[in-house]
């Protein structure tokens, strides 16, 4: 039981470095130095508001300075880090690869959320997140077999897909950034894996489409931040994608 509240814990205090990840990065801002301060006030934080999600139940999700709300994204990003802290360990235990594949989840929660306001994959996340991944990956049999396979398959798919996008609809697919991100998460995933992560992607993001164009809110022609996607099929293709892929394979072997 203690295990489990110390991850529990470890994922809920980098939940909240996530949050300052998300915000800081796209804004050419430190996420090392600098205090803390709210987005409405620019009060300074102190220790009081920056117990992860104690802090937002205490002040009833409002700045205790001025008043204005503080976004549902904050305490939901640190409790889907520690659920996915709580996850890997089931997965993996406390092996050599946990905290490089703890570390490598939380930089995919900081991408989803910064493609989602701005569009944007930054390499100074993507490639850290590459290493991470590389280092887990090389503590497994065939680990550098599998990582270069699941490279080429994420990375490959992605890049092909794009240029056919843009060759025949000449419009730009998706950025270089998708493409770098299924580097990162095609060195854990491996080829079957990788595919599989794009195409739960591509299955979201088809029904968020026709969803905001059912709403008049978007066209055929619509960008959508895939990375947003992208980031979350590959922590569930990890957690359950093996599990996923056994039973289909099941389904049609009992035919």
Not at 18 to 30: E, I, M, Y
Not at 188 to 206: D, H, P, Q, T
Not at 237 to 245: D, H, Q, S
């Amino acid at each position: 039981m203690l295990i489990y509240l110390l991850i529990v814990a470890f994922g809920l205090v980098m939940g909240s470095a996530v949050t300052a990840l998300a915000h800081r990065v796209p804004r050419a801002r430190s996420w090392v130095r600098g205090r803390s301060a709210c987005p409405s006030c620019d009060a300074q934080l102190g220790t009081i508001d920056l117990v992860p999600l104690i802090s937002f139940i205490a002040s009833r999700g409002r700045c205790r300075h001025c008043g204005a709300r503080i976004a549902w994204r904050y305490p939901f990003t640190e409790v889907l880090c520690a659920v996915w802290a709580v996850l890997l360990f089931r997965a993996v235990g406390l092996s050599t690869t946990y905290l490089f594949l703890a570390l490598w989840g939380f930089l995919l929660v900081a991408l989803m959320w910064i493609d989602l306001d701005f569009q944007l994959l930054p390499d100074v996340l993507t490639f850290p997140g590459t290493l991470l991944a590389l280092a887990a990956a090389l503590q497994w049999p065939q680990g550098a077999h599998h990582a270069l396979l699941g490279v080429v398959a994420g990375s490959g798919l992605l890049w092909a897909l794009a240029w056919a996008w843009e060759h025949f609809r000449r419009v730009e697919g998706m950025g270089g950034g998708d493409i770098k991100l299924a580097a990162m998460f095609g060195v854990v995933l491996g080829w079957k894996l990788s595919l599989l992560a794009v195409m739960l992607a591509a299955f979201a993001g088809s029904v968020w489409g026709l969803v905001l164009i059912a709403r008049g809110a978007a066209s055929g022609r619509t960008a959508l931040p895939f990375g947003t996607l992208l980031a979350p099929a590959a922590m569930f293709a990890f957690l359950w994608g093996e599990g996923l892929k056994n039973a289909y394979l099941n389904l049609f072997a009992g035919r």
